[in-house]
């Protein structure tokens, strides 16, 4: 257990939906960053927030957006959805900005 | 840019040694890692290595660099069924992660 929670575990939803997943990070961990793992693309880089700031972006869709509050936790809003969208979402965390991150159990995402 | 790359599958027979081989490209790379995926499960860091280091050893798992060829391994040693799973190498630039695809180690009785 790397001490990472991710909500929901699983999630079926149709196209055009939007739905939150939800992160809190390992105690005392002020990084958070949200991967996408899929058949075709494989694990990609999402986005990257410091104590509640955006730090860096990869391949993030513009129908897609996070924040990071307060407590720490992290959301990741992704709308409209298409058939394409269905993956694993994983969130990780770690202590600061360079340090090795520590992976969530991650959301698996069906959109029918 | 960051490519990472890695053979896509490896059997072992049980009791032996694992070995695993990934390549990157970026040479600014600060620090490789190797992460485990076992089914429906998600990953976890397993070691990982300074770029300035040329190997690590951690129990059973021996990392080795050579950065001039940027090449990663992993090797187990003794094998077991448990260590059956996807690894994964990657390299970190910046603050972001880069993956390989992931090579999947059965161990064979």
């Known amino acids: 257990d790397s001490g990472v929670t991710q909500t929901p575990k699983h999630l079926i939803t149709a196209t055009g939906q939007r739905v939150t997943l939800r992160c809190s990070p390992r105690?005392?961990?002020?990084?958070v960053y949200w991967y996408q793992q899929s058949l075709d693309q494989g694990l990609q880089f999402l986005i990257h927030?410091?104590?509640?700031?955006?730090?860096a972006k990869g391949n993030i869709l513009e129908r897609f957006s996070a924040q990071q509050f307060p407590d720490l936790h992290s959301e990741l809003n992704l709308s409209s959805l298409e058939l394409g969208d269905s993956a694993l979402y994983f969130c990780?965390?770690?202590?600061?900005?360079?340090?090795?991150?520590?992976f969530g159990p991650g959301t698996r995402l069906t959109v029918t | 840019g960051e490519d990472v790359e890695q053979s896509l599958f490896l059997s072992v027979r049980e009791g032996d040694s694992s070995v695993i081989n990934c390549t990157y490209t970026?040479?600014?790379?600060?620090?490789l890692y190797w992460y485990k995926q076992e089914p429906g499960a998600g990953l976890q860091l397993l070691t990982y290595?300074?770029?300035?280091?040329d190997m690590k050893q951690d129990q059973r798992l021996t990392v080795l660099l050579n950065k001039k060829d940027k090449h990663l391994s992993l090797r187990i040693a003794d094998t077991q069924t448990g260590d059956s799973a996807i690894y994964f190498c990657?390299?970190?630039?910046?603050?972001?992660?880069?993956f390989g695809a992931g090579t999947t180690v059965t161990v064979r009785a």
């Open positions: 970026d040479s600014s790379s600060t620090y």
């Open positions: 105690s005392g961990d002020l990084s």
């Open positions: 290595i300074f770029s300035n280091m």
């Open positions: 927030y410091y104590n509640g700031e955006e730090r």
């Open positions: 990780a965390s770690s202590e600061g900005t360079g340090d090795e991150q520590y």
């Open positions: 990657a390299e970190r630039t910046d603050y972001k992660l880069s």
